[in-house]
C-alpha cells in the first residue's frame, strides 16, 4: 500500500470578509505553537482574499486555493476568474465541480473537466468535485452516479498531474448529516477502484478527500476510514479553532 499524505483543505465559500484574516492568523498561530500537522493544510478563501491569504499563510505553512476557475486564460468573460489569475494570485489549489456550481452554474462534467484542465495548465492542482444528491443515493445509484462523474470530470492530464478528487456526497452538504461510515468506505474504495482502472498505479496516489458535514466531532473517524485521504471543509473552516481540531485529528 502506498501512504499518501493527507490534506485537509477550507472552503470558505461566499463568506469571508477582510476581518476573516483574524481567524486565519489565530489558525497559523495554532499551527505554530501545537504538535505540526501531519496533513497539507490548504485554505480555499472568496477570490477577493486569495491574495492576502497567500500571502499571510505562507509563514504557517497554509496553502492557498481559489474556488472555481474558468476553462479559459484570459478574454472577455465579464466576472469570471481565471487558473493562471488564481496561480498569479499565490494559489497552489483550486476546487473545481463543487455541487454548488454544478447546480447553480449548471456545470457538466465536460465544464469540470476542462476547468481542471486550464487548472493543470496553469500550475494549479485541481479538487475535483464528485457526489450524489439524496435521490440518487436513495434510489441505490451513488456509486454509479459518482463513477460517471469521475470518468468525466478528471482530465487525461491526471496521469502525469497532480489532481486531488473530493467525495461530496450532496445531501451532507451544510446539514450536519454524514453517511454511516460503512457508507463512506464502501464510495470511497469504489473511487480508488475507478482510479486505479484509468491511471494504473498513478491511481493508486490520488488522493481523495470526504466533504460534507465534516466536523471536530467525526472528523477523526472519518479520517480514519480506508482510502479518506483527507476532508473538504465548508463551515467548520470558518473558526480557526474547529478546523485545527480537525486537522489535528490527522
Ligand atoms: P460543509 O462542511 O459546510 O458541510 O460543506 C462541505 C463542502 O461543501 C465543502 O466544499
Not at 480557526?240 to 486537522?247: N, R, V
Request: glycine residues 10%; contains cysteine; aromatic residues 4%.
Amino acid at each position: 500500500m502506498t501512504t499518501i499524505s493527507p490534506l485537509i483543505a477550507g472552503n470558505w465559500k461566499m463568506n469571508g470578509l477582510t476581518h476573516s484574516l483574524d481567524e486565519l492568523a489565530e489558525l497559523a498561530r495554532l499551527l505554530t505553537t501545537g504538535a505540526s500537522p501531519r496533513a497539507v493544510v490548504v485554505i480555499c478563501p472568496p477570490a477577493t482574499l486569495l491574495a492576502a491569504v497567500a500571502a499571510q499563510g505562507a509563514s504557517s505553512g497554509i496553502l492557498a486555493g481559489g474556488q472555481d476557475c474558468h476553462m479559459a486564460a484570459s478574454g472577455a468573460h465579464t466576472g469570471d476568474i481565471s487558473a493562471t489569475m488564481l496561480a498569479d494570485a499565490g494559489a497552489q489549489y483550486v476546487i473545481v465541480g463543487h455541487s454548488e456550481r454544478r447546480t447553480d452554474h449548471a456545470e457538466t462534467d465536460d465544464i469540470v473537466r476542462a476547468k481542471a484542465e486550464a487548472a493543470i495548465g496553469a500550475g494549479l492542482k485541481p479538487i475535483i468535485c464528485v457526489g450524489e444528491t439524496e435521490a440518487q443515493r436513495d434510489a441505490g445509484h451513488a456509486e454509479a452516479v459518482v463513477s460517471a462523474q469521475l470518468a468525466g470530470s478528471i482530465p487525461d492530464a491526471a496521469e502525469q498531474h497532480e489532481v486531488v478528487v473530493a467525495y461530496e456526497p450532496v445531501w451532507a452538504i451544510g446539514t450536519g448529516r454524514t453517511p454511516s461510515l460503512e457508507d463512506i468506505a464502501a464510495i470511497h474504495g469504489a473511487i480508488r477502484a475507478r482510479l486505479v482502472e484509468r491511471f494504473g498505479e498513478r491511481g493508486e496516489t490520488i488522493r481523495i478527500l470526504y466533504g460534507g458535514s465534516m466536523k471536530p466531532q467525526n472528523a477523526r473517524e472519518i479520517l480514519d476510514v480506508e482510502n479518506v485521504n483527507g476532508g473538504l471543509v465548508g463551515g467548520a473552516s470558518l473558526l480557526a479553532k474547529d478546523f485545527y481540531t480537525i486537522i489535528s485529528a490527522v
